[in-house]
């Protein structure tokens, strides 16, 4: 590093009020906002921030990683003797073979690459392979190596303007499968390189559904990226939007989805942000959008259906703090309307999240146990779960203690 370069607060002794006024700074949120979404006072955060108050108790701390998007709880607290990784989950084994695919682009080669069509179709049974298996990235990791490869080369091999847009459509639809599976693991860079590389091939590609899938990628990327990233989430939603608009009237199944699912993700920034208004507009938007799909619809990316929304409504009231609205929404919603394994532990981990906020630990954790049921991998990855779960290893009750102990052994948080 030069003499001149600066240096980043963190590495020095700081006692917890000032690292959470750093993070704080660095996620562009005020102390205003940050309250809110602790449902504590902005005198309280001030008074966190300069050790007028002592070090809050455990839950808070993880309240606060959650909110500030701490990826390792050690940047949090300074305490370097137990790292605990909140958002990211642990580095799956296979990925060194898909990182090694995505980073040897092909520019030569001595074989002919697989037809557009082919990888198509190894695509969909890639999806459909990734919906039912309860360990999804053990499935998706053994297929995307050879995926990414072939992909690769179609594109490089293609000659004629047809095929090369077909060939990236393809190519941009298999680095969005990467995402999926790089998700949550230690590995940023690789992420943000596959997304960027997805919208490249999804722009080269000309195919509204490519360009459609890329975005909502990336503005999750940006999303998960914390509060500072918020404006560009949107914008890349938004943007996208105006270009898939005018071509709905015409367009398949897919293409509607993908804008459907737009439209909700505009809704999930919004709760982020804690825009109650907004939020549950772009929510009722999306729905009306999903009722113009065939009623047995479900789209194999997104999730986008008519049956999805009512897993979306229980998102949404998570995002915004809302306990009570968030328990009434997972009393309407029905898992069984999912197909897919991943996405409905998904589900069962917001439901879970939502039981938390309002004060019903015993049922949340009961609802992890379904969401692990679903798919171990889901859960293993998810930083609200292992926040959940961490918080109910120090419950007062003994028999929450002892619940929420065996789930995280399950997952991996504490060892056996």
Not at 250 to 275: H, K, Q, S, W
Request: charged share 25%; glycine share 6%.
């Amino acid at each position: 590093m030069s003499s001149d370069a600066t240096p980043d607060p963190l590495d020095h002794p700081l006692v917890f009020g000032q690292r959470m006024q750093v993070l704080r700074t660095r996620r562009g949120m005020s102390r205003t906002v940050l309250a809110g979404l602790l449902g504590r006072s902005p005198s309280w955060v001030k008074q966190v921030e300069n050790g007028t108050l002592r070090t809050p108790a455990l839950p808070m701390i993880l309240r606060i990683a959650e909110v500030l998007r701490v990826r390792d709880l050690s940047e949090l607290t300074g305490d370097q003797t137990m790292p605990v990784d909140l958002f990211i989950g642990p580095g799956h084994a296979k990925l060194p073979a898909v990182r090694a695919a995505i980073e040897a682009f092909p520019f030569t080669a001595d074989r002919e690459a697989p037809s557009p069509a082919h990888l198509s179709a190894r695509l969909r049974s890639a999806w459909s392979a990734r919906h039912s298996a309860p360990n999804h990235r053990e499935v998706i990791g053994g297929l995307l190596p050879a995926l990414i490869r072939d992909a690769q080369l179609a594109a490089r091999q293609a000659d004629r303007a047809s095929e090369r847009r077909a060939a990236q459509a393809v190519l941009a639809e298999v680095y969005s499968l990467s995402q999926f599976f790089i998700a949550y693991q230690p590995d940023s860079a690789l992420l943000w390189r596959v997304a960027e590389r997805g919208m490249v091939a999804a722009q080269e590609s000309e195919d509204p559904h490519a360009i459609g899938m890329a975005a909502w990628l990336t503005a999750q990327a940006h999303r998960d990226s914390g509060p500072a990233h918020y404006d560009a989430a949107d914008a890349v939603t938004m943007e996208t939007l105006r270009y898939l608009t005018p071509l709905l009237p015409d367009a398949p199944d897919n293409v509607r989805a993908i804008a459907g699912a737009l439209r909700f993700e505009a809704g999930y920034t919004a709760a982020r942000r804690g825009d109650t208004g907004a939020a549950w507009g772009y929510w009722d938007t999306a729905r009306e959008m999903a009722k113009r799909l065939p009623a047995d619809y479900y789209h194999p990316m997104t999730s986008f259906s008519r049956g999805i929304m009512g897993a979306h409504a229980v998102t949404v009231a998570v995002e915004l703090h809302a306990g009570g609205e968030s328990v009434r929404q997972a009393a309407k919603a029905d898992a069984k309307t999912i197909p897919s394994r991943p996405r409905r532990a998904r589900h069962r981990i917001e439901e879970a999240r939502g039981y938390h906020l309002d004060g019903q630990p015993e049922t949340a954790l009961a609802t992890l146990d379904k969401a692990y049921e679903a798919a171990p991998e889901t859960i293993r990855y998810n930083g609200y779960a292992r926040r959940i779960i961490l918080e109910e290893t120090e419950s007062k009750s003994p028999a929450h203690r002892r619940r929420a102990a065996e789930l995280a052994v399950k997952i991996g948080v504490l060892a056996a």
